[in-house]
Every structure is written in C-alpha cells, then in structure tokens.
C-alpha cells in the first residue's frame, strides 16, 4: 500500500519560496504519476501540477504557472514542488497524490492521498 507524505509547509511573506516534499513508502514512487493539490477554506480542492510515470512530462495549473517547478527523485522516492514568488492567494492546504497511470489536475482519479501541509502566505 503507498503512503504518501508532505512537508515542507510554513508561514512565508509575499515573494517568498517555499519548497513543498512528497515522500513515499510502500511501493516504488516512478510507478506513479504525481499531482500536487491545494484547498483554501471554503474552496473546493484544485489542481497545482502534476508529473506523469511514464515519460516525466510536467503540467501547471495557470495560477502557479511561471512560478512553481515540480521534480521527482526516484532514488528518494520522493516528490517535490518549488513555488517562487508566492502570493496571499497561495494559502492553503497542499496535497500530494498518486495515481497508477496518466497524470491529470482532476483530483478523483487520484488513488492515494497525503494528510497534507499548510502554506500560509501572509506579512
């Protein structure tokens, strides 16, 4: 059974960075596509950006496109997303999830899901 687990949330001010960790354990990370997902209250959950299994291909949603790079490291078999230049929009709880085949920024294909990581982007 995957288990999937993010760090790397905190309190940043307005043009900060921060550089969010999906790690895993159970199975093998580069079997999976990985999509990163934010939820601010009151919002529904929406797609950031996702990496496919297959050939690493990258997808952004418009809102952090530019600003955020998502890469994986098999060896640590973990997943990351570097978000630059944030903004107070960015506050919100930040998933990571996996997928057996082709990544998407829908959330309900989606199998597997981490507890999640606060980002709170605030001066």
């Known amino acids: 059974q995957l288990q999937l687990v993010e760090s790397g949330g905190g309190l940043v001010q307005p043009g900060g960075s921060l550089r969010l960790s999906c790690a895993a354990s159970?199975?093998?990370?580069?079997?999976?596509?990985i999509g990163w997902f934010r939820q601010a209250p009151g919002k529904e959950r929406e797609g950031v950006s996702y990496?496919?299994?297959?050939?690493?291909?990258?997808y952004y949603a418009d809102s952090v496109k530019g600003r955020s790079l998502i890469s994986r490291d098999n060896a640590k078999n973990t997943v990351y997303l570097q978000m630059n230049s944030l903004k107070p929009e960015d506050t919100a709880v930040y998933y990571c999830?996996?997928?057996?085949?082709?990544?998407?920024?829908?959330?309900?294909?989606?199998?597997?899901w981490g507890q999640g990581t606060q980002v709170t982007v605030s001066s």
């Open positions: 999830a996996a997928v057996g085949g082709t990544g998407t920024l829908h959330p309900g294909v989606y199998e597997y």
């Open positions: 159970g199975s093998t990370l580069d079997d999976y596509s």
């Open positions: 990496i496919s299994s297959a050939d690493a291909s990258t």
